[in-house]
């Protein structure tokens, strides 16, 4: 079992910038594919950004590349999702989850995470 909390949400004006971060307790951090998902008002969650267990490898939707930045920190638990040059369409409820994997591959889609955070609320205003 994992429990994942999320903090780094806010209110923040369209050009700016957040970081969002995610602290993991429970088993072996680096045994984690991590992930951020979004859910709008309305609209149904969707992928935003995956690391591998390593780090060494990471995938991003296409509305968030060269925007969003996914980096992890295994000596502390921690992912991380760097927020550049934010446009109003980003608000959303922002979640981490983790899948427990022995393998290298990247996972987008909501079904192969076992472990979600609460959320983290980010508004971005025009």
């Known amino acids: 079992q994992v429990q994942l909390v999320e903090n780094g949400g806010g209110l923040v004006q369209a050009g700016g910038s957040l970081r969002l971060s995610c602290a993991a307790s429970?088993?072996?951090?680096?045994?984690?594919?991590m992930g951020w998902f979004r859910q709008a008002p309305g609209k149904e969650r969707e992928f935003v950004a995956t690391i591998s267990r390593n780090g060494g490898s990471t995938y991003y939707v296409d509305s968030v590349k060269g925007r969003f930045t996914i980096s992890r920190d295994n000596a502390k638990n921690t992912v991380y999702l760097q927020m550049n040059n934010l446009k109003p369409e980003d608000t959303a409820v922002y979640y981490c989850a983790a899948k427990v994997t022995t393998s290298g591959l990247l996972y987008t889609t909501t079904r192969a995470y076992e472990y979600w955070g609460q959320g983290t609320q980010v508004t971005v205003s025009s």
């Open positions: 429970g088993r072996t951090f680096s045994i984690y594919n």
